[in-house]
């Protein structure tokens, strides 16, 4: 790290900034009605803001994974790797804009030539923007965040991570099996670390029926970056194929 800040838009005015406490206020329990208020302005604003900030007009695969790897670590190099190999392919590369498997996956793209973008999130423990991106936002709040890196992608990697990438993982997997979304690829990103829980799906979920059998196919499993993208690209291929038909 040299220290360099990442080429972004403007800082967003003043009005938009919030406390890093806000969410959890909100969410504390019932305000007066004029808090209420003053928090659906707030986050109309931020998601104002999102729109405005991430100029997005090509295929974009957001990649979701811990924060917490350096670079010496193998999953840091495998999603740098996947990062680079998506950027070739000519997609954008989207992740929460913080450091470990986000810094690797932007640091692969833009070292790729391909844009590199960071959804990044303010808490208590600062979380700077890894210094690999070509534009980003900073966002206040976790679901206005997690609305941006969903809406511009087409397809989500997960690389191994935390409570922060299951909740990511499952959210999306809940959209695209209620049909909030269209069926984008799904892709674990590390097959030693996910096997466990493909098995807990399969054996808990599946076993007592409380999913289909094709919400189980919702999820690939790979070590490779190359079938990564070929997967991608072919449900890229195919849904541009069933548009213009």
């Known amino acids: 790290?040299?220290?360099?800040?990442?080429?972004?838009?403007?800082?967003?005015?003043?009005?938009?900034?919030?406390?890093t406490d806000l969410e959890k206020k909100?969410?504390?329990?019932?305000?007066?009605?004029?808090?209420?208020?003053?928090?659906?302005?707030?986050?109309?604003?931020?998601?104002?803001?999102?729109?405005?900030?991430?100029?997005?007009?090509?295929?974009?695969?957001?990649?979701?994974?811990?924060?917490?790897?350096?670079?010496?670590?193998?999953?840091?190099q495998l999603a740098r790797e996947t990062g680079r190999r998506l950027a070739e392919a000519g997609y954008a590369v989207i992740t929460g804009g913080g450091p470990g498997i986000m810094e690797a996956a932007n640091r692969g793209a833009k070292e790729a030539g391909g844009l590199s973008i960071g959804?990044?999130?303010?808490?208590?423990?600062?979380?700077?923007?890894?210094?690999?991106?070509?534009?980003?936002?900073?966002f206040d709040h976790f679901f206005v965040r997690k609305v941006m890196l969903v809406k511009y992608s087409s397809a989500f990697?997960?690389?191994?991570?935390?409570?922060?990438?299951?909740?990511?993982?499952?959210?999306?997997?809940?959209l695209i099996q209620t049909h909030t979304i269209e069926e984008f690829p799904v892709i674990l990103m590390g097959s030693d670390y996910w096997s466990r829980m493909r098995e807990f799906i399969e054996e808990s979920l599946l076993g007592n029926k409380t999913i289909e059998p094709s919400d189980v196919r919702l999820v690939r499993i790979t070590d490779s970056p190359e079938e990564a993208v070929r997967i991608i690209t072919d449900v890229t291929n195919r849904n541009s194929s069933d548009t213009t038909a």
């Open 1 to 19: 790290m040299d220290g360099r800040q990442p080429v972004g838009r403007e800082p967003a005015p003043r009005f938009l900034e919030t406390a």
């Open 26 to 76: 909100f969410l504390k329990g019932r305000q007066k009605r004029a808090e209420e208020l003053e928090s659906a302005v707030r986050y109309f604003l931020e998601f104002l803001k999102g729109f405005e900030s991430l100029d997005v007009t090509g295929p974009a695969v957001t990649v979701f994974g811990s924060a917490r790897f350096d670079e010496n670590n193998r999953y840091y």
């Open 119 to 138: 959804c990044n999130i303010t808490l208590a423990r600062e979380q700077l923007p890894n210094q690999y991106l070509d534009d980003f936002v900073q």
């Open 157 to 174: 990697v997960v690389l191994p991570g935390g409570y922060g990438t299951l909740d990511e993982v499952f959210e999306t997997l809940t």
